[in-house]
DNA sequence: ATTTCAATTGCAAAATTATGCATTTTTATT
DNA sequence: AATAAAAATGCATAATTTTGCAATTGAAAT
């Protein structure tokens, strides 16, 4: 009746989106408890199957993740981040360093959102009250930092 | 002067961005082509760093990509979905079977929409002008599916 | 029920990736 | 410039993941 293969990898699933895999072998354990029999060469064609990604995480080392299973908490952020931009005047730079100008008292709340995201052009942000300081990596461009933010707010695409 | 480690990451970077990436050796070696030197060691860590993932992707095995950097296309591609949203009346369910009412016209943009985004939980779509059918997978509930299209265009969260 | 074909799985081995430790290279300090 | 401290890297190996192949299991057809 070829039911066992499909319970185990909606089970599989489950386990992943908690976000507290860090091998496979884990994994595996946490499915034998749960009673299903396999071993770890069937997972990792599960796994396989499911698209399901080895990503690094900064403290845990390393992480299984559904990459399409952006959670509803994420996704419902975007819109506030994309209001956050209706705040944004204008951008300049030297040398390694840009320099946002916001309206009054966005500074804060956008540089927030920056460091939130963390993209790897940025090495860190300094927000007043209308102005935040960006500090970027060596060796990224202008259009490369443009580029980062575009992407963490997706607005500011046609305000620069 | 410690910038080669640098400059590796950013190369690392933009040739990950190509997606065509299936190896740390792989990668490697277009590394070595391009001037750098350095072991798989040190690559294995810089991955670690720039939080390359290693996803398994239907077609070509498995590859290499970078989380964050979501492609403009993509990004943009959002406003559209959410805009077709607004064409969804109704859903229905009968068995593995969900019926989709949608405004005259609709149906086939938004199962595109639904097609291209291949959520695990529906395994095929049928659409007509206003209706679409959508198969879901074996051991999926409504509520999974529901949150599936979700995921799928997020708009719709408020319209079911 | 028996046979046939395809799908699923385990086993064992290959392939790939991660890491402890020693060494080298950089950076900072005096 | 010399020395000390920290960071980066390679080497070798451990750990983990993937896969070819044979065996098993389940489904379909006669």
Redesign the interface.
Known sequence: MM?KK??RQ?EI?KIILDGKVHSQEELLMQLKKKGFELTQATLSRD????????????AKG?IY?I????K?EE??Q?NRVNFLADGFKDIQFSGNLAVVKTLPGYANSIAAVIDR?A??EIIGTVAGDDTILLIQ????TKSDLI?AL??VM?NL?DKL
């Open positions: 039911k499909t319970e909606l699933r796994l396989k199957l499911l698209q399901v990604a080895k990503v690094p995480h900064p390393y993740v990459p399409g299973a952006e509803r996704a419902s975007k995201a993209p790897w990596r060596e060796g990224i580029n575009i992407n997706p695409r």
